[in-house]
């Protein structure tokens, strides 16, 4: 079922639940209105006959010789209404001495406990039926001057024009009812439309945009920016962002694809000499060989960081322990000291600091950034690695002299298979994704990594961590009295 289906549904059945109620209420207050003004007419037209009855009456009296007298007279109850209240008068014994004239030759059969209730003072009105005609009834005593009863008047009136005007209420409430919901059920499916139709556009073009397999295509902004127009905005910013998603992965393919036919070239290009002969020469077969160990070594790197940063993009959690991140520093400096051949690498400030993460992973992390610091240092240049934090924060900086960056290159440098020159080239051994990885481990520890470089000067790379809620340090022996010093001293 469509949504201009639903919502057209959902106005008509609220607009009949209204209607409905609204009928019924108005329909109850025309009925309980119509059988109050009945009722009070019945009770006054008793009342009216009461008084003059009071006024004449004895205990000796016999209510059938004061009408044969004339002293009381009932009249024509033509002339208290239309014809349609009829009066009739008994005695204590039941025997009907005086009927309204428009009575005819019938008599008011009236129900027996309607007397008895009568008589206990508890006159009440109620419906009966003469031929086929619903009458209200109303009872009352005729009491003497002593309280006793002496007889009853029976006044009722035919319903039969309230009958009518309830029926052609209760025509009417179902007539406009069904017109209501009909002109709701057309208009409200226009309506459904008209608001809909924006939506239908928006899904229109992107249909378009999909069977045309065109990310560059937009969908339109209505002028007026409403939900609809706020629905297109957003619709427009998840285009641009699978798009550049899309060319990022596109290129990343293309990378991958580069880096492996390069050392599978190599492979194969060692392999046909060997083939050719090269086996034969014992000199030349180590040489070939080296060549294919080396080049897959690099093609096991390279698929070893795919994977990691394949696990960091489907959101594997990362492991969960308390880090000394001073003495990680200080494994890592101890491990990074002896590659640094011919370049200074000291440690510079060691606060204390615990964090929650991946020991392994931060350490390949800053692992990395130490390499990469040390291989694009010149001979007699200086890196320093260093440890500060302050009341929310870790920083570990990576600082060198080397060659810099330029700063058109650093919002890149995290890109997957990006290098910025020659100097930074496969030939340099790395595969264009330690710096990915480094940023993703940092990620998945809610931190964040900054690059401070300038071109000839040497670079900085700065990676944030927040603290552990444990603020607690245990007793460890401190970096300034660690074997450290002499590390320094080599």
Known sequence: MSIRTRLTLWYVGLLALLLI???VALYATVYITSYQEVDRSLRQRASDIQASLATVITLQDDLSSLFERKVVFLPNADVFSTGEIYVQLRNADGKVFSRSENLGSQYLAIPSEQHARARFGQAAPSDFIVNKTRLRLYVAPIRAKNDAVLGYIEVAQS??????????????????IAAGLIVAAVGGWFIAGNVLAPIGKVMTAAQKITRARDLGRRI?????VDEVGRLAMTFNEMLARIEELFRAQQRFVADVSHELRSPLTAV??????????????PEERAQVIEAIDSETARMSRLVSDLLLLARQDAGVPIAKQMIEL???????YRQAQVTAKGVTFVLGAEDQAIITGDRDRLKQVLLNLVDNAVKYTPQGGKVTLSLTKDDTWVKIAVQDTGIGIAAENIPNLFDRFYRVDKARSRDAGGTGLGLA???SVVDAHNGKITVESQIGRGSTFTVW??????KT???TTPLAQSPRLALNET
């Not at 194969?268 to 020469?281: F, H």
Request: proline share 5%.
């Open 159 to 176: 319903l039969r024009q309230v009958d009518n005007t309830l029926r052609e209420l209760a025509t009417l409430i179902t007539v406009s």
């Open 473 to 475: 340090v245990p007793n």
């Open 326 to 332: 001073d003495t990680l520093l200080l494994e890592v």
């Open 220 to 224: 339109e902004v209505p002028q007026m």
């Open 437 to 439: 990885i480094a940023k």
């Open 268 to 281: 194969r290009g060692n392999l046909d000499l060997l083939q050719r002969g090269a086996a034969n020469d």
């Open 465 to 470: 961590l927040p603290l552990s809620e444990t």
């Open 21 to 23: 109620v609204f009928g």
